[in-house]
């Protein structure tokens, strides 16, 4: 589980040698990320976001258990228990304000994180099972975030709920009764802010799961860096504390600042004023649209307005395309047949990876805006193109490609020279 | 596992190579399966509508002072019920599509009752993700084909309620209802 140089956790103190040999939690944090882990010594920056999203994860359940507490999951109370919150209770209005900024917190560093991982095909093996875990965890924020979402019952809640919930019932023959059941009801009721609050309440522990998952299965391979060539000697790595420790701390700092503004200076910047009017059956909002993060998302959903292949629904094929979307990300490990991780000695993958960065913004873009021209027929185009980046250009450019010479190794690449490595080479 | 165990018990066999042990293993696995089974059915079931969500009764609409041309919405279900006074020319509009060119194809006569061929009555709930269309209140917009538009993806409804255009699949429901009398609409 790691390499033969890290140092080992040797405890002195008679307690902690006792507890050693009872329960060993000390010496698994010590490996984990304590100075038993060996890291590539080059990190870069964009190796931080993981770290930086653990952290959110953790804001998000202490703010969010706090919460529950004066929260109500009745369509009777939600709303108003919501306004007592930000009214009546102690700091209730920064807890709220905090946990809501925090979702939007998460997902910016998560697709940061994401796109770290295409950029340096952090995704190739041996490390497929870390991404694949990813993955997961990204489709369990989604679900998370949804939820959260509606709990406050306002005009937004509901009618996400309803939009959402009504994806299901594209399924043919069956869809109308899996609707019913999700929601438990004919339309989005009690029933269905109950059971998602409940089910907002498990799903972050389920993820806290998941991560640990993620975080073991990096720690088989060890950590990628910037040139994609593997660890080969003792001086391609430092011991994550103290010297990672110290650079995560220092973009936590970083973090906690832009997060703060956020809550206290501009806490509705990213929010929508609809969600202040209580939730009503009878009256749709001019203008639905889920929160940004999904944008680019419910822009592919809304690409579909003809019937595919005259049998397809139209509605059927957008909510297809719009769980591929990120499906596809679990087979991008066998898609992109590179050898090469890194997109810094990749120079034509390095290319289409920004224009996939412009064309995942436009998607956005257009997912934030009505459902009308031009939006509508750019949104389309950006959809197509989505697709082919994955399915066809990351294939045949990963065939096709000439990379650049890569580093010797990790030390050679910081430093210009490996003596260690080179004479090893050489004799 | 059974082979194991064999060194202390002797094995017993029916004669069809079949021992007593494999069976024990197959009965105790089977039924803990089905056991396990039947335990998640009411887990699942649990979610369904329940009982006074399904129970709720039809709703009565009375429809003596909606003019030709005006529409009213009522609840049915938790969900929007818009009940529609056509005029001749509505109703003209309607029958003058060629049917076989539409998505959901249907006829005005097949989406009302016979004698009461003006009053379209359908649910407020587009079929695309369940917003409620535009068009049955004062001073909405109705969209090109003069029926009903849903602001959310863009899907237009004639006046017979049927998708023309937009990513709706379908036309807009029209529940089952009779009339109780000529004023007064049962549904459900």
């Known amino acids: 589980m790691s390499f033969p140089w890290a140092k080992q956790y040797t405890p002195s103190h008679p307690f902690m040698v006792w507890m050693d040999e009872k329960l060993p939690i000390p010496r698994l944090i010590y490996n984990a990320v304590g100075g038993g882990y060996e890291v590539p010594r080059n990190l870069n920056y964009f190796w931080n976001f993981g770290f930086l999203a653990g952290l959110c994860l953790v804001i998000q359940i202490v703010t969010g258990v706090v919460l529950a507490m004066h929260y109500g999951g009745d369509t009777r109370v939600a709303f108003d228990s919501t306004e007592h919150i930000m009214r009546d209770v102690n700091w209730g209005w920064m807890l709220r304000y905090g946990h809501a900024n925090g979702a939007s917190a998460f997902f910016v560093v998560v697709y940061l994180h994401i796109f770290r991982g295409f950029y340096y095909g952090s995704y190739k093996a041996p490390r497929e099972m870390v991404w694949l875990l990813g993955v997961v965890i990204f489709l369990l924020m989604m679900a998370t975030a949804f939820m959260g979402y509606v709990l406050p019952w306002g005009q937004m809640s509901y009618w996400g709920a309803k939009v959402i919930t009504g994806l299901f019932g594209a399924i043919p023959l069956v869809g109308e009764t899996i609707q019913q059941w999700l929601v438990g009801g004919f339309a989005p009721d009690n029933a269905t802010l109950n059971r998602f609050f409940s089910l907002h309440f498990l799903l972050p522990f389920v993820i806290l799961g998941v991560v640990i998952l993620h975080i073991w299965s990096l720690h088989i391979p060890g950590s990628s860096n910037p040139t994609g060539v593997e660890v080969k000697s003792e001086s391609d790595t430092v011991p994550f504390y103290p010297y990672f420790v110290a650079k995560d701390g220092w973009t936590i700092g970083l973090f906690l600042i832009v997060y703060s503004l956020m809550v206290f ?12 009017i209580p939730a009503n059956p009878m009256q749709t909002p001019a203008h639905i649209v889920p929160e940004w993060y999904f944008w680019p998302f419910y822009a ?119 003596e260690a490595a080179a004479l090893g080479t050489r004799a | 596992m059974a082979q194991d165990a064999g060194i202390d018990t002797p094995v017993v066999s029916d004669g069809d190579g079949v021992r007593r042990r494999d069976f024990i293993n197959i009965a105790a696995v089977s039924a803990a399966g089905i056991g396990g089974v039947t335990v998640l059915y009411p887990l699942i079931s649990q979610m369904a509508p329940s009982a006074d969500v399904l129970a709720e009764s039809s709703t009565e609409v009375d429809i003596s002072q909606v003019q030709p041309g005006q529409a009213i919405k009522r609840v049915f279900r938790k969900q929007p019920l818009f009940v529609r006074n056509l005029t001749p020319k509505e109703i003209a509009e309607a029958n003058a599509v060629d049917v076989s060119s539409l998505r959901d194809p249907q006829t005005l006569e097949q989406r009302t009752k016979p004698g009461h061929e003006n009053w379209l009555i359908t649910m407020g709930v587009c079929t695309h993700l369940g917003c409620v269309p535009l068009g049955a209140g004062e001073g909405e917009v109705k969209g090109e084909f003069g029926g009903y538009f849903c602001p959310c993806h863009g899907s237009v409804y004639d006046t017979a309620a049927r998708i023309r255009k937009g990513p709706a699949p379908k036309n807009l429901e029209v529940p089952p209802y009779e009339f109780s009398s000529d004023t007064v609409v049962k549904i459900g």
């Open chain 1, 265 to 276: 200076f501009m806490p509705n910047a990213l929010g929508h004023p609809d969600n202040y």
């Open chain 1, 300 to 418: 592919i959903l809304r690409s579909f307005t003809q019937d595919w292949l005259w049998f397809i629904p139209a509605k059927l094929m957008g909510v297809l395309a719009m769980f591929s979307a990120i499906l596809v990300w679990f087979f991008l490990p066998w898609l992109d047949r590179s050898p090469v991780r890194s997109g810094s000695y990749r120079p034509l993958y390095r290319k289409f990876f920004w224009v996939l960065v412009v064309d995942v913004l436009i998607l956005g873009y257009c997912g934030g805006s009505p459902a009308e021209q031009p939006y509508v027929l750019i949104a389309q185009l950006a959809s197509i193109y989505y697709f082919l980046h994955f399915f066809v250009i990351v294939p045949i450019v990963s065939s096709i490609e000439r990379p650049d010479p890569l580093p010797f190794s990790i030390t050679e690449s910081v430093l210009g020279h490996d």
